[in-house]
């Protein structure tokens, strides 16, 4: 499936770019646009920061102008940290990515304008995107890095994409314990206390029950009531050893 | 209200300290707590890159251990980008936050653990932790920068704590115009388009209808009648004028 189109409008800094590219990767986008670079393109230090997004930056395409780099684009959206005063539907990065998705799945190519580093995107050229996303930032402290600020659509289309799905679960790779395995390690548990004297007169029966209570908990699988059954042993046996 | 404390364990570069303190100020974090950098602390080349989030780096703890790091904290978080083979629960950044605010609500003082840049957290640290947080990435490219996981995190803890509230909104300034205004304007453009036999024979009707339609479409305030009726005036008019 078509992905969206991460477009940079005069970025200044070849680092930003790189870690730009980087960014995208973490996420799954791979189509880069460069609108007029300050310092040229390519450039050293971009592929440093990429570290590894190599494929990002050989395939980041280079323009001179806004209108070329979405010509071929059928709905832009442009990032703003601040009102501009356009009448244009403000997304955060989660709406605007549910939007790319649907336009994205009706076949229309779709883009993000990002601006300057220091001066964000021009009016003119805001005015030439469909629809504005902001960062729901702390407003006392609202000013995001150009690769965090592409980080946070990227992770967004990728949620969506990925329907969240993470790398890994940490299911257990052990089934729980049958209860007769459980229920043997309380019987062995409770005799190894009781020959040491543990329960006060008449307490046997509610501390018991609170004690398997607490191991409830625990949700232990066969190799966990192994582990404590070992360790339980292990203790009365050794104090056993060390009697005289 | 409390909010999750930022953990560092044994970060390399200054840079990406200052890093972390621009993303979690971007989002309203603010407690950062540092275990045994690499080269000490404080570091130059921090400041700079907080770029303006002194307060964080300034009320920034230092530790020597994990364990003095998370020892007044009752639910810690470790981020890691892999499988470490511990059965505990795995989070995505948004559900391990929503988990942390329940717990900060009920008072919990809540950390979240973020390792060394190249070689994360050891898995003697995981041990500690209560619960793990890795990130949706593209299994093909996962290795996010520091910075980046803070800043992941902290957006999600924001966008629970704001509940989604954007800097600005975009709603019109001006109200939608009051449909005599609108019918008043369609009644001129199509008087106007008549005088230039604009409609050919007997299809006035429809694609009047048609026009009407798609400046329906636009949802027009006042002043976009405005502006459409004065354009269409010195259209017409212009062209009234270029006449002999």
Redesign the interface.
């Known amino acids: 499936m078509a992905k969206p189109v991460i477009i940079l409008v005069e970025p200044q800094l070849a680092e930003n770019i790189g ?1 730009v590219a ?2 995208m ?4 986008l791979s189509e880069l646009r460069i609108v007029a670079p300050r310092d040229g393109w390519p450039r050293k230090g971009a592929h440093s920061a990429a ?3 190599v494929h990002v930056l050989e395939g980041a395409k280079l323009y001179d102008t806004v209108p070329e780099a979405i010509a071929d684009l059928n709905f832009v959206f442009a990032t703003t ?3 501009r005063g ?5 997304f ?1 990065p ?1 709406a605007a990515m549910q939007e790319a998705r649907e336009r994205i799945g009706e076949g229309q190519g779709v883009g993000i304008m990002f601006g300057r580093e220091r001066t964000g995107l021009e009016n003119d050229e805001i005015s030439l995107a469909d629809a ?1 996303i ?12 150009l ?2 600020a592409v ?2 659509v990227s ?1 967004e289309w ?2 969506l994409e ?1 329907d ?7 299911e ?2 052990s089934p729980p314990a049958e209860r007769e395995a459980i229920i043997s390690f309380f019987d062995y548990l409770e005799a190894e206390l009781d020959a040491v004297n543990f329960y006060p007169e008449d307490k046997k029966p509610i501390m018991a029950r609170n004690m398997r209570d607490m191991f409830h908990r625990l949700e232990m ?1 066969e190799q966990d009531v192994r582990t404590l059954r070992g360790a339980v042993r292990a203790l009365a046996e050794g104090r056993r050893l060390r009697k005289p």
Chains 1, 2 share one sequence.
């Not at 990767?25 to 799954?28: C, V």
């Not at 356009?86 to 403000?90: A, G, I, N, T």
């Not at 902001?134 to 890095?145: A, E, G, R, Y």
């Open positions: 870690m980087r960014a990767a973490n996420f799954g570290s590894g997004a940290a601040r009102e356009q009448m244009k539907r403000v955060g989660d504005i902001t960062f729901p930032v702390d407003p006392k402290f609202s000013s995001l890095n690769a965090q980080l946070l992770y990728h949620k990925a969240g799905a993470l790398p890994f679960s940490g257990r790779r699988t």
